[in-house]
């Protein structure tokens, strides 16, 4: 008698974007090869007319464009923004190059099911120009970080990383192209985790099948 697996149900994702949407890409081809068990029924952007959108249009995925423009307060757009992600029922959230610092009040009510993907090896390098602050840092190695988003920037707990060494004579942006490629390897590999019920926040900390991540 040959063993049966039991399907996993497709976790229901809204993804957050700002720009190109590589990440968006990655995360979209890795579901439809079958790799990652989500489903993406929603793409929104702070930004019209940016290239992630018309990456989720070509595969009939939902876009929303909501303008942080278009709001007096931080705290009014993510109030918005909590509304227009929460009418998907969206179990989780990713941020895929998302450019807006988000307030208290929207982690919270996300904790322990958003996730983003920062480039350096965080504790380090939170915020932006990572990849230069590496380079002028004489640092030897730079690189990625997936973690849970939390209320301190880029300071929730990681999942997990991706090491670059940087080479003599790198400049930030060749830097940043091979940093890129491990951000789409390892993105798409703790989505899977999470929508597979092995990746979880516990009392703050990162757990991989119950146990925490230290990395």
């Excluded at 790799?35 to 992630?52: R, T, W």
């Excluded at 670059?164 to 942006?173: F, L, R, S």
Aim: charged content about 25%; some cysteine.
């Amino acid at each position: 008698m040959s063993e049966t697996t039991t399907p996993v149900k497709a976790c229901r994702t809204v993804v957050l974007i700002s720009g190109s949407g590589s990440n968006l890409q990655a995360i979209i081809d890795a579901q439809q090869a079958g790799e990652i068990p989500i489903s993406i029924k929603a793409v929104i952007s702070n930004k019209d007319g940016v290239k992630g959108l018309a990456r989720a249009q070509a595969h009939n995925i939902t876009t929303e464009v909501l303008s942080h423009k278009g709001f007096e307060s931080r705290d009014a757009f993510d109030s918005a923004l909590k509304d227009c992600i929460d009418k998907y029922q969206a179990e989780l959230v990713v941020l895929a190059g998302f450019m807006r610092i988000l307030t208290p009040g929207f982690t919270t009510h996300y904790l322990g099911r958003m996730l983003n993907i920062h480039p350096s090896l965080l504790p380090k390098y939170q915020g932006l120009h990572t990849h230069q602050r590496a380079i002028d840092a004489g640092d030897t190695e730079h690189g990625v970080t997936v973690h849970f988003v939390t209320a301190e920037l880029d300071g929730g707990p990681a999942v997990i990383q991706a090491k670059v060494p940087i080479q003599q004579g790198d400049t930030a942006e060749r830097l940043a192209e091979r940093v890129l490629r491990e951000e789409h390897r390892i993105y798409p590999l703790a989505i899977g985790w999470f929508a597979r019920g092995r990746l979880k926040m516990i009392e703050g900390k990162a757990c991989l099948d119950g146990e925490e991540i230290r990395l």
